[in-house]
């Protein structure tokens, strides 16, 4: 079974870092473009980041941009979410996911998002 | 940039009856629209990708319709497990969803 582990949440007050980390099993990273995508409680779907296949490209909503870093391992089959300077409005569930699109090492017309992660929470409060 | 909207945003609706859902791209996107189901407290499940291909497992009662701008999600008799919020999604953008709940 394919599968997506989200890892690193917790509350942290605002103007800290957490760290996110997203574990896949059942297939390889390697070859997939991968997102974070967020949910503020009881709102909607917001995308946040995604990076190419080898880790050189990366893109971001502008709210996050300067603050978050989107990193991956594919030896380690692992795909990262650096957040610093957090703010209240970054409180969420964030989920990671795989773009199954058509996507070469250098550009991608994403599609859909299959499978998703059950996500972590962050929240930054004081 | 594309805005996705969908309507209407609460559907309330008996089991066995059948759910339409809509979701209005601001511009034409061809035939790519994904569309999501989530449950209180997991994560989003795909259902429907190129507007009208089910996903593995996705039951025969849901359907996906529509090209350009217009797109629909059907289901044709809800069963108590279809109640649920279900979202559109176009490249890096998601709809705001409709939330499908017992009437």
């Known amino acids: 079974e394919e599968q997506l582990v989200e890892s690193g949440g917790g509350l942290v007050q605002p103007g800290g870092s957490l760290r996110l980390s997203c574990a896949a099993s059942?297939?390889?990273?390697?070859?997939?473009?991968m997102h974070w995508v967020r949910q503020a409680p009881g709102k909607g779907l917001v995308w946040v980041s995604r990076i190419n296949s080898d880790g050189s490209s990366t893109s971001y909503v502008d709210s996050v941009k300067g603050r978050f870093t989107i990193s991956r391992d594919n030896a380690k089959n692992t795909l990262y979410l650096q957040m610093n300077s957090l703010r209240l409005e970054d409180t969420s569930i964030y989920h990671c996911v795989r773009d199954l699109g058509s996507c070469s090492s250098t550009s991608c017309y994403t599609d859909w998002f299959d499978p998703w992660g059950q996500g972590t929470l962050v929240t930054v409060s004081s | 940039e594309i805005v996705l909207t969908q309507s209407p945003a609460t559907l309330s609706l008996s089991p066995g009856e059948r759910a339409t859902l809509s979701c209005r791209a601001s511009?034409?996107?061809?035939?790519?629209l994904a569309w999501y189901q989530q449950k209180p407290g997991q994560a989003p499940r795909l259902l429907i990708y190129?507007?009208?291909n089910r996903a593995t497992g996705i039951p025969a009662r849901f359907s996906g319709s529509g090209s350009g701008t217009d797109f629909t999600l059907t289901i044709s008799s809800l069963e108590p497990e279809d109640f649920a919020v279900y979202y559109c999604?176009?490249?890096?953008?998601f709809g705001g969803g409709t939330k499908v709940e017992i009437k």
């Open positions: 511009q034409s996107i061809s035939n790519y």
């Open positions: 190129d507007a009208s």
């Open positions: 999604q176009q490249q890096l953008t």
């Open positions: 059942g297939f390889t990273i390697s070859t997939y473009w």
